[in-house]
């Protein structure tokens, strides 16, 4: 009966532990063409307990927590009650100074959308999301638009801001994006360490 207590308690933990993931966003891929392509995956899906890396491999980029109607300007600058996450310049120095910058997923933001950019591509489209609802009217490709209408060249003729409505035309896109994130196990050793201790007890 210990024996069968103590290993379901382990099989309960390990399966909490084994379910909290490190989600990688790439930062720095070749923007000339197609700012967006900054951040790689460009959306993705993170539950509690995840964390988010932002992992910066080339160029001179910030990742920047924003709002949805203030894409390049920080979540913290629009709404000084937002404690937004910001990187700062991470300059890799043509990839020899590689740095991450991790965004765990706790309890006060679980399940809420998490809008970010990048300060140098913002005007041109380097941005994205995480846990973005795609059926809500606030898509990944509206926040996209809001950058660039914004802060763009054609910001100062246009001072409308994009809600789409739909979300036709933006859900191919969002399945390609999350699929692209890259996924790893965490294993949190110092979980399973009480269970251990607990089952010693039983
Ligand atoms: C980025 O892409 C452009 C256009 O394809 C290309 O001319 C340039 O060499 C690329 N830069 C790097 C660093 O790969
Ligand atoms: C630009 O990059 C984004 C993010 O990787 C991608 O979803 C989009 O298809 C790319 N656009 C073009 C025109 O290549
Ligand atoms: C970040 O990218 C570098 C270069 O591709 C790679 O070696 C490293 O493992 C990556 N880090 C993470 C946390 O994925
Ligand atoms: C990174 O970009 C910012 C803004 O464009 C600039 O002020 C800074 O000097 C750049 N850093 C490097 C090392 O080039
Ligand atoms: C600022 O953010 C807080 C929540 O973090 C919200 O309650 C408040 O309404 C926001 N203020 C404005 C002006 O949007
Ligand atoms: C990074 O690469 C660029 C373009 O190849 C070069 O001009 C620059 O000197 C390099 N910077 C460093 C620190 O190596
Ligand atoms: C987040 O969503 C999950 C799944 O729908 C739900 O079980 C959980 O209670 C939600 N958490 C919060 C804080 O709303
Ligand atoms: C975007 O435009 C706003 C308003 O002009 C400005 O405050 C902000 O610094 C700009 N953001 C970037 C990343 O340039
Ligand atoms: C996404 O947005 C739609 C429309 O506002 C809403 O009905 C749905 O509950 C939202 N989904 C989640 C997971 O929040």
């Not at 080339?58 to 937002?82: D, K, M, R, W």
């Not at 999301?129 to 606030?138: D, F, L, Y």
């Not at 409308?160 to 036709?168: G, L, N």
Request: one cysteine or more.
């Amino acid at each position: 009966m210990h024996a069968f207590l103590a290993g379901l308690i382990s099989v309960l933990a390990l399966a909490r532990t084994v379910l909290a993931e490190n989600i990688v966003i790439t930062v720095g891929h070749n923007t000339t063409n197609n700012a967006s392509a900054v951040f790689q995956p460009q959306s993705v899906t993170a539950k509690l307990n995840d964390v988010v890396v932002f992992n910066f491999t080339e160029g001179n980029h910030t990742v920047t927590q924003s709002l949805f109607y203030a894409p390049c300007i920080s979540a913290n600058n629009a709404n000084s009650t937002i404690n937004g996450f910001d990187s700062g310049f991470r300059d890799t120095v043509n990839g020899t100074a590689i740095t991450i910058l991790s965004v765990p997923i706790t309890t006060d933001i679980e399940n809420q959308t998490l809008w970010f950019f990048d300060y140098n591509t913002c005007s041109e489209g380097g941005v994205g999301g995480i846990n973005v609802n795609e059926s809500s009217s606030q898509t990944l490709e509206g926040f996209e638009r809001n950058a660039v209408r914004l802060n763009g060249t054609a910001s100062s003729t246009s001072s409308s801001m994009s809600q789409t409505s739909t979300s036709t035309s933006s859900s191919s896109t969002a399945e390609s994006t999350s699929n692209d994130a890259q996924r790893t196990v965490v294993f949190v050793g110092a979980a399973v360490i009480p269970v251990i201790l607990l089952s010693a007890f039983l």
